[in-house]
């Protein structure tokens, strides 16, 4: 736990972007379409499976009662047969697919199952909706107000990895079951895999998985998310085979999400600094002096290479008028050829003396 610690001392999450609640929102959506996809190509196959093997039978059926032996007769039998193990298959998709389904975080129906508590229902606390009308912005106030007043908790809830330490945590500290804390761990997690803490990274998304399992659960049953706290950790704690799968899954997927985003900030920001080092080197002319010596003949990128002005004189002389005065201009354009150097340096460095003679000349009055 210590090595975490390290870490974390020197992490400061930034709540930089609204988009991260569009961002959290699209991943669930994106989930859902995903399964949406599995469950529709499931129905396909099912469907086509079973006409092939109402139309196999048929021909069968027709070959058999004509007596005819022919090879045709053994081809459809082992035809009915590779289709007769399809739809066992298929079955037992169709049963992977309806246990997944009822050990998703948000399904209502593992409420009933050993491992949560019936207080839940029974006592239903008022949902809180606080934030459901606020604009993105409104949101991003209210949540680095909260970061501002609960960051050190956050920190020391994101840190913890044992269920019954988060659970007491967060029943000594119910104000933290909330989307803020999750949108918290999840900017946090983006920022230690920019910074290449991916073991930190992992230990986070842990916990975050665990809070959006809680507010998950909070929205099926339309209660208070701090009400769902010992439910969960009761059922996640009894260590089920297939629930703990699902949480895994959950978790693993998460972890890809935040390596991809991840990913994209770092990109954005390459990209953003090589467009200001664009900008800055940009010359009087608004041009890029490396894009237009990289659009110069060979001949004239030497003569730039090796500083000769001479040989740089020869070039242009040798070359087409109008296609002389063409890269000239560019070159004058992007402050690779500064026109009149000299004269320039010396007006710079009068203009630097004047405020120096200034000062020595003595008041007329």
Not at 62 to 75: A, Q
Request: aromatic content about 6%; some cysteine; hydrophobic content about 30%.
């Amino acid at each position: 736990m210590e090595e975490y610690r390290n870490d974390e001392d020197d992490t400061h999450p930034n709540i930089d972007t609204p988009s991260l609640f569009r961002w959290r929102h699209q991943a669930r959506v994106e989930r859902m379409e995903e399964r949406k996809r599995e469950q529709d190509e499931h129905n396909r196959k099912k469907t086509e499976t079973l006409q092939k093997l109402k139309d196999t039978k048929e021909k069968l059926a027709k070959l058999e009662n004509e007596r005819n032996d022919s090879g045709d007769l053994t081809t459809l039998k082992k035809v009915l047969q590779d289709l007769e193990q399809e739809q066992e298959k298929i079955k037992e998709e169709e049963k992977e697919m309806e246990k997944k389904e009822r050990l998703t975080p948000w399904n209502v129906d593992t409420i009933g199952q050993d491992g949560f508590t019936k207080t839940v229902i029974n006592t239903k606390p008022a949902r809180r909706d606080d934030d459901a009308s606020l604009s993105d912005e409104e949101k991003e106030k209210r949540m680095k107000q909260f970061v501002k007043d609960n960051e050190k908790e956050l920190k020391e809830f994101g840190m913890l990895r044992k269920y019954d330490d988060s659970k007491k945590y967060l029943q000594d500290h119910p104000y933290l079951v909330c989307e803020n804390t999750a949108n918290y761990l999840v900017i946090w997690c983006i920022n230690l895999e920019m910074e290449e803490k991916h073991n930190l990274m992992e230990h986070v998304a842990h916990q975050c998985i665990c809070m959006q399992y809680i507010l998950e659960l909070s929205k099926q049953l339309e209660v208070d998310p701090r009400a769902c706290v010992g439910s969960f950790f009761s059922r996640i704690q009894i260590a089920e085979v297939e629930y703990k799968n699902s949480f895994d899954e959950e978790l693993r997927a998460f972890k890809d999400r935040i390596r991809k985003r991840a990913a994209e900030k770092v990109a954005d920001a390459v990209r953003e600094a090589e467009e200001e080092e664009r900008k800055a080197r940009l010359g009087p002319g608004g041009l890029d002096p490396v894009e237009v010596f990289e659009s110069l003949p060979e001949t004239l990128q030497k003569c730039f290479e090796v500083q000769d002005i001479p040989l740089l004189q020869q070039t242009i002389a040798a070359m087409p008028e109008e296609e002389a005065t063409y890269h000239m201009k560019r070159c004058v354009d992007s402050g690779l050829w500064v026109p009149d150097a000299k004269n320039k340096e010396k007006e710079n460095k009068e203009e630097e003396e004047q405020p120096i003679v200034a000062e020595k000349t003595p008041d007329p009055e």
